[in-house]
């Protein structure tokens, strides 16, 4: 009898007794790990999505850990015969964006003005010596996202990009929401969400091609959850009504000045130069965080004079409206699953996920997979696409129900594992585009325009970045307005972080402009539920005629 252990996709015949982390090894699977495989770490998560089974019992090590998540190193496999399956949270290059397309920084028309700088060998932050080398000095900037973290390496001499990575979010064992990870921070004493992040962080600085002793600065954008954990915040507040950050409280308190953060690097336990700095760009209120903060920056809000909306869709999905004059910005509890969370067969943005979808006059399925893998699952533009294609060919109706009493759509395609999509990975989706869309009327309502009347529609972030905008429109994703308007700008809140590193003008700029941003409260409004029980049909959104 034998056990089959696929880990990312690499296949062995385990022997009882060997852990998850030993049969990570022999396939040349990278785990992380701080503590030599002893359980102190708590960094090597799997997630195991089949053969939980012929796995060992908990280890007391692992007691922080729900659902599918394990330590490779406390997992042994045991006896009997069957498949296990099973992934660690690095388990490919997530597909990220080197550059800003169609965003006015992109065309750097700001001065190079980094915090950092250079005085013969003497370092400088803010002007005052941190340190002396003669090596080119180097910055980060993070857009830490709930379910993905990207990070860029720039030189702060050149303003040039050396290097990125990304990775899941580590902390998906504390929930796959911002809710469920404040509840688990809260009632959490020892930091454990930052401290894995901390460490994963810390295994992507060190694959840099750069000593991560000559980065002297990391600007981080995130949503006000995201941002204050990584701080080592408490986030108590922003999980209760009325839903504030501490920065927040403490600002109105007059305790600060505003709602940015610094620490320094050992604090935050990174590997960078000892006095380096942490700057956690401002929130703008609530939930509307700093990534909604960078976006701002990335789209060079503070001098348009276009009527502008910038739709950045996620875990948290945030809007924002306006040019120089007026800004409403709105934050759109949307959960995982336009990242593939909740989904049957779902995944992030990977090697392996099914990106495009059409359906055939013959019923057969043709599909794009990233990388040159077989497919392994949909990612959230493959979902769209499939949303899409199940509509129009009149398999699902506008209510999300499978027609000709069909219980679920198979994607016959030549894979290991059959991929599916049932109703109730529909009714995830609905329920996430009704957020959105929910948010996106009470914006604009309240703004008092319709949307035709915007000039540029950005979608910001890798999702937005890829998705069959025609799809998009059809299930009712985003609003129905001229495709000559909609701009997909890639990831508009790290464009935002890197200019912020490299612009000290342009980092005061923004702690000006969140404050003059007024924060549409979705909960508060009055028409804020039949907005979202109209988003959750499959129609084309249009502006509405209030209820």
């Known amino acids: ?59 007391p090590e692992e007691n922080h850990l729900k659902g599918q998540f394990r330590l490779a190193c406390r997992c042994k496999i045991t006896s009997g015969s069957g498949v296990i399956r099973c992934h660690t949270m690095r388990r490919g290059q997530m597909r990220i964006e080197r550059h800003a397309m169609d965003l006015p920084t992109g065309n750097q028309t700001w001065k190079l003005d980094p915090a950092v700088t250079r005085d013969g060998e003497r370092i400088l932050l803010d002007g005052v010596e941190i340190a002396r080398s003669s090596a080119t000095i180097h910055g980060l900037a993070m857009d830490l996202g709930t379910t993905t973290v990207v990070v860029r390496l720039l030189n702060l001499e050149t303003g040039e990009i050396v290097a990125d990575a990304s990775f899941e979010n580590p902390q998906r064992f504390g929930g796959s929401d911002v809710m469920s990870r404040i509840h688990f921070d809260t009632h959490d004493k020892s930091k454990l969400l930052q ?19 000559t980065i002297y ?34 600002m109105e308190a007059g305790q600060r000045t505003t709602t940015s953060l610094s620490a320094p690097a050992r604090q935050l ?67 995982p699953a336009f990242e593939g969370g909740a989904i049957t067969c779902g995944m992030p943005g990977l090697p392996g996920a099914i990106e495009k979808v ?34 129009r060919t009149n398999r699902i109706n506008q209510q999300g129900r499978f027609e000709n009493g069909d219980e679920k759509f198979v994607l016959d395609l030549d894979s290991e594992s059959p991929i599916h999509f049932t109703e109730s990975d529909i009714n995830e989706l609905a329920q996430a585009k009704g957020a959105n869309v929910a948010g996106l009327q009470v914006i604009f309502q309240d703004y008092g325009i319709r949307f035709d009347e915007i000039d ?17 429109k059809r299930i009712g994703l985003i609003p129905n307005v001229d495709a000559a308007k909609i701009l997909q700008v890639g990831n508009a809140s790290i464009e935002g972080a890197c200019v ?9 700029e923004l702690e000006n402009l969140v404050k003059n941003v007024q924060h549409c409260r979705l909960e508060a409004h009055e028409n804020f539920f039949n907005f979202f029980v109209e988003g959750c049909q499959f129609n084309p959104v249009e502006t509405p005629v209030v209820p």
Do not use: W
């Open 456 to 472: 540029v529609f950005y979608l910001a972030g890798g999702f937005g970045r890829h998705l069959n905008v025609e799809s998009s």
């Open 358 to 391: 059409k359906i055939c006059d013959d019923g057969s399925v043709q599909v794009e997979v990233i990388g040159d893998v077989s497919a392994q699952g949909l990612c959230g533009s493959g979902l769209v696409d499939l949303l899409s294609e199940l509509l």
């Open 500 to 508: 912020a590193l490299l612009s000290r003008t342009k980092r005061a």
């Open 217 to 250: 600065e990391l600007v981080v954008a995130g949503n006000s959850t995201m941002r204050d954990i990584f701080f080592r915040l408490n986030v108590h507040s922003i999980g209760q009504s009325p839903y504030r950050s501490i920065t927040e409280l403490e």
């Open 1 to 59: 009898m034998d056990i089959e252990c696929h880990i990312n996709d690499r296949r062995l015949i385990a022997t009882p007794g060997a852990s998850l982390f030993d049969c990570a090894d022999l396939l040349g699977v990278k785990v992380p790990t701080s503590c030599n495989k002893n359980g102190k770490c708590r960094e090597c998560l799997v997630e195991v999505t089949e053969g939980s089974e012929l796995l060992s019992p908990r280890a």
């Open 269 to 335: 336990l990174l590997p960078i130069h000892p006095k380096a700095r942490v700057y956690g760009l401002p929130i703008i209120s609530g939930h509307v965080g700093a990534d909604a903060a960078a976006c701002m920056l990335g789209v060079d809000l503070a001098h348009e004079d276009r009527l502008i909306a910038v739709m950045d869709i996620g875990t948290n999905t945030e809007l924002i409206l306006g040019n120089k004059d007026k800004i409403f910005a709105a934050s759109c509890p949307a959960g």
């Open 195 to 213: 401290r894995t992040l901390a460490g994963y962080l810390t295994h992507a600085i060190e694959e840099f091609p750069v000593d991560p002793q």
